[in-house]
């Protein structure tokens, strides 16, 4: 081998960058689009004033708190009969940036962060998957961003989001789209599906959800609404928007109530909101537990929060629980109850699985009991948790009220299944994209999905053995309606390759059926040898 003097391998070096910098990528003309839709705060949001200059308010790190209060603070107006809720400030109009055919907005939210930037990416994991899949920025690939302050029913964004389908499935040739939502754009696609049906059934194919709270979140929202949200953990909360700050955003915001529990659905343990309250009768003074349901709670929050203020400008206003917003909201949640799935497009449901999920809420204790309610706003709630995502219960997430092709539980938490290796190869197979999965194991019509996935490595005499475990869950349409436990599957795969290049593999299935029939079933077993 002949020396390579420096400047030869920094040539080369320079050589081989430039070559994968001006890589062409990979593009498949033959996929059908797609169109990403986040949550709340999935989105950025520019001011723009009166001059035409613009700035992102909507996630930045630098006078974040500052120019949070002073351009995103809003005030619902119930006189517009609109359901909108008016920034504070008159002098600036929010927008939502649409470079990159509406993907910038909503791929990282701080594209100037570096350190720490895990906490502000939303859709970009799955982008840059979907890119290597083929798909094409502005032919088959788009996002639509929103201001998520505003009702998942407001006029003004669903005029957008019918502009955006319509412009798609033009780019892509008039191909109708797939949609992929997350969170609270489960809702905003749910209202335009059942007030733009027409619009709905012409341009879209199929709609995957994503931790959609079609229930509501109710823990999570009950505190969000008395104590605030935070939405960057660890330590760059110090540069962040403060807790205090965004609590009296959500205050005057209809799409933070549009996504408390529905009063009117089955759930199987009712969401409270519990007060360990201090109380003199006959003279004694005792402590006790008081629980409260959905619509019950209404006037403990109304209570809690009557004092709430803020200062703007010099002027204090008072920002008490919105029983204006939510009216709204409670409309909302009747138009939601009766949406239905136009008979051309197929609907599937991701929802997030094991993790301890806000249900229930409590505040204070029997050794420090609450005397008046405006403590709560001060104080840190104790949950009672069920199964779901961290956010969104997995009860709720699954009561989508739609004729699916498929609901998915997968082990993963409210942000990060976005991004979640199991939810991409979901996608890929749905889709129909790149090359096909060949561990990829649907079974009958209801999809079975791993939910862990693990691979081991042997080596025995030299010669490499691979186990691939697969662990699966399925969600019938049957054992939903009925509250039945679920079947579960197991799938074992063993490939075996001998010295003499000969292959051996065994695929095996088993069914452990319903817990009442107490019985195991192996659906299919495979043995195949080749050389």
């Given at each position: 081998m002949g020396v390579v003097s420096l400047e030869e391998l920094i040539k080369s070096i320079e050589v081989w960058l430039k070559v994968v910098k001006?890589?062409?990528?990979?593009?498949?003309?033959?996929?059908?689009?797609?169109?990403?839709?986040?949550?709340?705060?999935?989105?950025?949001?520019?001011?723009?004033?009166a001059n035409g200059t613009e700035e992102r308010v909507w996630v930045r790190i630098l006078g974040a708190d500052h120019e949070f209060r002073t351009?995103?603070?809003?005030?619902?107006?119930?006189?517009?009969?609109?359901?909108?809720?008016?920034?504070?400030?008159?002098?600036?109009?929010?927008?939502?940036?649409?470079?990159?055919?509406?993907?910038?907005?909503?791929?990282?939210?701080?594209?100037?962060?570096?350190?720490?930037?895990?906490?502000?990416?939303?859709?970009?994991?799955?982008?840059?998957?979907?890119?290597?899949?083929?798909?094409?920025?502005?032919?088959?690939?788009?996002?639509?961003?929103?201001?998520?302050r505003q009702s998942n029913r407001l006029q003004e964004t669903l005029d957008e989001f019918s502009d955006k389908l319509q412009s798609a499935y033009t780019a892509a040739g008039g191909k109708k789209l797939t949609i992929i939502t997350h969170s609270m754009g489960g809702l905003l696609v749910k209202c335009f599906m059942c007030l733009r049906s027409d619009v709905f059934e012409k341009y879209v194919k199929s709609w995957i959800a994503i931790a959609a709270p079609f229930r509501g979140a109710p823990g999570y929202i009950t505190t969000s609404l008395l104590n605030g949200m935070s939405f960057v953990e660890g330590w760059e909360q110090n540069f962040f928007i403060s807790k205090w700050s965004m609590h009296q955003l959500l205050i005057e915001c209809p799409s933070i109530y549009e996504l408390m529990a529905c009063p009117n659905f089955d759930w199987n343990t009712s969401p409270l909101l519990q007060v360990w309250r201090e109380k003199i009768e006959c003279g004694n003074t005792c402590t006790i537990l008081e629980s409260y349901g959905p619509e019950e709670s209404i006037s403990i929050m109304e209570d809690a929060l009557s004092c709430n203020t803020v200062t703007y400008e010099g002027e204090e206003l008072p920002l008490p629980?919105?029983?204006?917003?939510?009216?709204?909201?409670?409309?909302?949640?009747?138009?939601?109850?009766?949406?239905?799935?136009?008979?051309?497009?197929?609907?599937?449901?991701?929802?997030g699985t094991n993790n301890d999920t806000p249900h229930s809420v409590c505040y204070g204790s029997e050794d420090a009991p609450i005397s008046d309610l405006k403590q709560i706003l001060f104080l840190g709630a104790k949950y009672i948790s069920v199964d779901g995502d961290g956010t969104v219960p997995?009860?709720?997430?699954?009561?989508?009220?739609?004729?699916?092709?498929?609901?998915?539980?997968?082990?993963?938490?409210?942000?990060?299944?976005?991004?979640?290796?199991?939810?991409?190869?979901?996608?890929k197979h749905w889709l129909k994209a790149g090359e096909p999965d060949p561990f990829y194991n649907p079974i009958i019509d209801y999809v079975i999905l791993p939910t862990a996935f693990e691979?081991?490595?042997?080596?025995?005499?030299?010669?490499?053995?691979?186990?691939?475990?697969?662990?699966?869950?399925?969600?019938?349409?049957?054992?939903?309606?009925?509250?039945?436990?679920?079947?579960?599957?197991?799938?074992?795969?063993?490939?075996?390759t001998g010295k003499d290049e000969s292959h051996a593999e065994a695929h095996v299935t088993v069914c452990l059926e319903s817990e009442s029939k107490q019985q195991v079933e192996v659906r299919a077993v495979s043995v195949s040898v080749g050389g």
């Open positions: 001006n890589r062409i990528p990979y593009v498949d003309p033959d996929l059908d689009p797609v169109l990403l839709v986040p949550g709340i705060a999935g989105s950025i949001l520019n001011a723009v004033d351009k995103l603070w809003s005030r619902f107006d119930p006189s517009t009969g609109t359901g909108q809720t008016v920034s504070m400030d008159q002098k600036t109009k929010i927008l939502v940036p649409e470079d990159r055919f509406g993907l910038y907005a909503i791929d990282v939210l701080d594209p100037d962060m570096i350190i720490g930037r895990d906490g502000v990416i939303y859709f970009h994991d799955m982008i840059e998957e979907m890119l290597m899949w083929g798909y094409q920025e502005g032919k088959t690939l788009f996002g639509f961003g929103y201001d998520f629980l919105n029983l204006d917003i939510l009216k709204w909201a409670s409309k909302t949640h009747e138009i939601l109850s009766r949406a239905k799935l136009p008979s051309t497009v197929k609907f599937y449901n991701i929802y997995a009860e709720s997430a699954k009561a989508d009220g739609l004729d699916a092709v498929a609901r998915v539980g997968v082990q993963a938490d409210h942000r990060g299944i976005v991004c979640d290796r199991h939810v991409f190869r979901i996608l691979i081991e490595k042997h080596c025995e005499e030299g010669v490499p053995e691979i186990t691939l475990k697969e662990e699966w869950e399925m969600v019938s349409e049957d054992d939903y309606d009925n509250h039945k436990t679920p079947h579960l599957v197991g799938s074992l795969f063993v490939s075996h």
